[in-house]
């Protein structure tokens, strides 16, 4: 298999920037998977905050012991305040996987080039 094809198959389902550590491009590889831990950290502590506020709502007494009613609770948490923050690190986390995939595959297409003997064409 082509280093190409490699690489954008390891940033496409192993994590972000792991194509780029194949391909011995460890500072990309560094900065994909750094968003990426970031991006992922935001979601988590997100989710764990809005949770944390459900069951705390639930041992108060405030929410029943009611499925109906804290699926209904969660659906409201989802749309309300500190959101923001994580609809962000969901999109930069979208982005961020696709561009390393793509990135990945060029630099590995390069490489492949290289390796091939052909030659890549300069800008100037």
Request: aromatic share 8%; hydrophobic share 45%.
């Amino acid at each position: 298999m082509k280093q190409s094809m490699k690489a954008a198959l390891f940033s496409a389902f192993v994590l972000p920037g792991s194509g780029h550590f194949l391909l011995k491009k460890h500072l990309q590889g560094v900065l994909f998977s750094g968003v990426t831990f970031v991006c992922l950290w935001v979601l988590l502590s997100t989710a764990l905050d809005k949770a944390e506020e459900i069951s705390l709502k639930i041992q108060s007494g405030e929410i029943p012991l009611d499925l109906s009613r804290i699926t209904a609770e969660v659906t409201n948490q989802t749309a309300g305040d500190g959101t923001q923050l994580a609809e962000i690190a969901t999109y930069l986390l979208v982005a961020c996987w696709l561009v390393s995939i793509v990135d990945s595959f060029r630099a590995g297409w390069i490489l492949d080039r290289k390796e091939s003997g052909h030659e890549i064409p300069s800008k100037t």
